[in-house]
T-cell receptor
Framework: GAGVSQSPSNKVTEKGKDVELRCDPISGHTALYWYRQSLGQGLEFLIYFQGNSAPDKSGLPSDRFSAERTGGSVSTLTIQRTQQEDSAVYLC???????????FGPGTRLTVT | GQQLNQSPQSMFIQEGEDVSMNCTSSSIFNTWLWYKQDPGEGPVLLIA?????ELTSNGRLTAQFGITRKDSFLNISASIPSDVGIYFC????????FGQGTRLTINP
C-alpha cells in the first residue's frame, strides 16, 4: 500500500517568512510524528499526535513551530518567521496505535536563505 | 536526557565482507529499533527488538537486544552494494531517540 507522503519535497524560503509542510500518513495509522534531521543535531523528535489525544509538543524547539492534524489524518507543520537555523530535513512518520514501529516519509528539505 | 552512542561513525569495506555496528544507551528502554536511510529518503525500519537477549534476523541482517538492555548490535553478512547508506539505532516509545548513525561505504 501507499507509504507516508510529504510535500513539498524541497522548499527554499527567505528568512522571516512562514512555511507550511504537509504530511499524509499511512491509511489507518492513528499515530503521527514529526522529526527534524540536521547535520549538527542528527534526528530529533518534534511533536507527536495519537488519535484524539492532545499532541505531545515537548520536542518543538520554539514557539515559532506549531503543528496540527485535521480529521485524524493529514498533518501540517508550520514554522513562523523562519530563521537560518531552521534549515533541515523535516521528516514525518506514522504508526499503528499499539506498536513502536514508525514508518517514515521521504522528508521535506527546508532551506532558509 | 537519554543518549545513544552509535559506533563506528563510518565504515569502508569491500563487497562481500561482514559488517558489525553497535549502540549503547544511557537509559534502559524496552525497545531497540534499527533503521537504514538512503540519500534523499526517510529512514526505513529494518529490525525491531522488544526483549532483552532477543536475537532477530531479517535476511542478511541480524540484530540483538543486549541482556543489560542498554546495548544492541546490528550485523550485516556478505555485504552487497545496495547495503550502502546510513544505519541508525533508535530507542523509545512514541518519541524516538536516534543514534548518530553509521555511514556504510562499500568498495566493489
Amino acid at each position: 500500500g501507499a507509504g507516508v507522503s510529504q510535500s513539498p519535497s524541497n522548499k527554499v524560503t527567505e528568512k522571516g517568512k512562514d512555511v507550511e509542510l504537509r504530511c499524509d500518513p499511512i491509511s489507518g495509522h492513528t499515530a503521527l510524528y514529526w522529526y527534524r534531521q540536521s547535520l549538527g543535531q542528527g534526528l530529533e523528535f518534534l511533536i507527536y499526535f495519537q488519535g484524539n489525544s492532545a499532541p505531545d509538543k515537548s520536542g518543538l524547539p520554539s514557539d515559532r513551530f506549531s503543528a496540527e492534524r485535521t480529521g485524524g489524518s493529514v498533518s501540517t507543520l508550520t514554522i513562523q518567521r523562519t530563521q537560518q537555523e531552521d534549515s533541515a530535513v523535516y521528516l514525518c512518520a506514522s504508526s499503528p496505535t499499539i506498536t513502536y514501529e514508525q514508518y517514515f516519509g521521504p522528508g521535506t528539505r527546508l532551506t532558509v536563505t | 536526557g537519554q543518549q545513544l552512542n552509535q559506533s563506528p561513525q563510518s565504515m569502508f569495506i569491500q563487497e562481500g565482507e561482514d559488517v558489525s555496528m553497535n549502540c549503547t544507551s544511557s537509559s534502559i528502554f524496552n525497545t531497540w529499533l534499527w533503521y537504514k536511510q538512503d540519500p534523499g529518503e526517510g529512514p526505513v525500519l529494518l529490525i525491531a527488538l522488544y526483549k532483552a537477549g532477543e536475537l532477530t534476523s531479517n535476511g542478511r541482517l541480524t540484530a540483538q537486544f543486549g541482556i543489560t538492555r542498554k546495548d544492541s548490535f546490528l550485523n550485516i553478512s556478505a555485504s552487497i552494494p545496495s547495503d550502502v547508506g546510513i544505519y541508525f539505532c533508535a530507542q523509545g516509545a512514541q518519541k524516538l531517540v536516534f543514534g548518530q548513525g553509521t555511514r556504510l561505504t562499500i568498495n566493489p
